[in-house]
């Protein structure tokens, strides 16, 4: 691997108002966000590969290698002690990758874990600069047609990749007084053929990102009538800068990887823009929180299935928001454009109706998720058990359930449902059926099975808390919503379950196909 590399100040910043600085710290005042200022950036010492960095991009190689234990945060910084963010959400292995990054410490160091079993370590550190001299970065721009807030900042350093394998990466940033926060990177795979593809969700990641004080949820004031229109990736990450990945994404990768089945990585940002990793894969993973897709992505992840491909669908909400992707200040794909309810304003609102950036289901051109997922986004926010209902089916084989059996807390924050009058494909069998009450109304959430005229068999598990799980009553659970082990036992082994059957192909040439019981069970149920 080449040596990390200074850059120097890039003065050809396209011209864009700038918040005041007054302005600026009083929106940043409650997330804990420093104001900056512009400097130059140093040289970075020489970059030093890891004595365990693999050879290999493949990640089967990685399983069983020894970790490195202190892959996590210990010291989480203030926001103003160290931040930073990539030039891009993925490489692939040996593309070089850029840095962005602000602090108040004289310098600090970016080290590369790449998360995966590894005996139960679940990161390995694959790589680690020298040090690198700290300087404080500029305050951010601030674009006001959509109010979307961008750092633009002068690169601090380059790296390159070669000999990292596949797989997410965190790299973390240490300064010289201990701060750390992480960066996620996904070492993307550009054949899938015969792996299991788990898909990450960067658009998802970035729409709930509040660094600078907006997000596509909320402005500087907390209200939604301010919020972003379009939120940009040159910018870094609120929290810890992977909160997203480390809640819904990590532990299925580790589970995943624990398996030893055949694996490749993406984004759902990569596959909107080129789907030869979809091409002949076994099986494709949407992780926990996976709500922002293009028209195509989706289009790319519908005709995987269409050739055979299995899916997992492993949260809810999933496939909801209908987004596009526009170029940032230095590389197209930078910027997350959704306008929701206000999408009479999109420009495409009349030109172009079926890339308007609003909910999938919604005007001018309706194309509920359903008919992919197999279920419906219904409500947040919920907290309810879930109810087992097809306690024979083979997803449950192992975890010894009966019909009726319930999980305390499994099904929230957010709920799918099989809707009758939403387009779903069939055949389709419903596994859970979970009563709960969302905003005084009552309704259930759904676990849904379906096989396509492909072959490829398609799981949905209906609650966003699925992932989540996998960590409960473990230290890292610390959002587990006091789901217990016998909680976490469960969703594990329906989890390999789905896993292991979809990693072989075609689930029906193995598995016994949906057994249609939708008009049953809201017959009885509802």
């Not at 996590?72 to 030039?87: E, H, K, L, Q, W």
């Not at 587990?480 to 789905?498: G, I, L, S």
């Amino acid at each position: 691997m080449g040596p990390a590399r200074e850059e120097r100040p890039d003065h050809g910043v396209a011209p864009a108002r700038r918040l005041g600085r007054r302005r600026f710290l009083g929106a940043c005042a409650g997330l804990g966000i420093a104001s900056v200022t512009a400097t130059a950036c140093d040289p970075a010492g020489p970059s030093r590969e890891h004595p365990r960095a693999a050879a290999s991009h493949r990640p089967e190689t990685e399983r069983d290698r020894p970790g490195t234990p202190d892959w996590r945060i210990a010291a989480r910084a203030p926001a103003p002690a160290v931040a930073g963010y990539a030039d891009r959400v993925s490489v692939t292995p040996g593309e070089e990758c850029g840095l962005y990054v602000s602090t108040t410490a004289a310098s600090f160091r970016v080290s590369a874990f790449r998360v995966g079993w590894y005996g139960g370590a679940q990161a390995r550190l694959v790589w680690s600069s020298e040090r690198v001299r700290g300087r404080v970065q500029a305050e951010p721009r601030f674009l006001p047609d959509t109010r979307t807030v961008r750092a633009d900042w002068p690169r601090t350093l380059t790296f390159g990749t070669s000999g990292w394998p596949e797989g997410a990466y965190l790299l973390r940033l240490e300064t010289d007084a201990g701060h750390q926060r992480y960066i996620p990177l996904i070492l993307r795979s550009t054949r899938g053929t015969g792996r299991t593809v788990l898909m990450h969700a960067p658009a998802t990641w970035q729409a709930y990102n509040r660094w600078g004080g907006y997000s596509l949820y909320a402005g500087a004031s907390g209200a939604y009538a301010t919020r972003s229109l379009a939120v940009s990736f040159d910018r870094p990450y609120d929290a810890d800068g992977a909160e997203k990945f480390m809640v819904y994404e990590r532990a299925a990768v580790v589970l995943a990887e624990r398996l030893g089945i055949p694996l490749a990585y993406t984004t759902g940002t990569d596959v909107h823009r080129d789907p030869e990793v979809l091409r002949g894969a076994a099986a494709i993973v949407c992780l926990g929180h996976d709500e922002y897709w293009t028209p195509e992505q989706r289009r790319h992840v519908t005709q995987a299935r269409d050739a055979g491909s299995n899916v997992a669908f492993l949260g809810a909400n999933t496939c909801f928001r209908r987004v596009r992707l526009e170029e940032g200040r230095t590389r197209p794909d930078r910027t997350v454009v959704c306008y929701k309810t206000s999408v009479r304003a999109d420009p495409f609102y009349t030109t172009r109706p079926a890339l308007v950036a609003t909910d999938f289901r919604g005007a001018p051109a309706p194309d509920p998720e359903s008919s992919l997922t197999g279920v419906l986004y219904e409500g947040y926010p919920t907290d309810a058990p879930y109810v087992v209902h097809a306690a024979d089916h083979w997803l449950y084989e192992g975890t010894g359930v009966r019909p009726g059996d319930r999980f305390d807390h499994l099904v929230g924050v957010e709920y799918d449902r099989v809707t009758p009058t939403a387009p779903v494909p069939e055949p389709l069998e419903i596994t859970a059926h979970s009563p709960l009450v969302c905003g005084g109304r009552r309704s259930h959430s759904d676990s849904a099975y379906y096989t396509a005229g492909s072959g490829a068999g398609v799981f949905a598990t209906g609650t966003m808390r699925w992932v989540e799980a996998l960590m409960a009553d473990t230290p890292d659970g610390g959002r587990d919503h006091a789901m217990d082990a016998r909680t976490r036992a469960f969703v594990t082994r329906t989890t390999e379950n789905a896993l292991r059957a979809f990693a072989e192909g075609p689930a029906t040439h193995h598995r016994p196909a949906a057994r249609p019981n939708v008009s049953e069970v809201y017959r009885e149920r509802t």
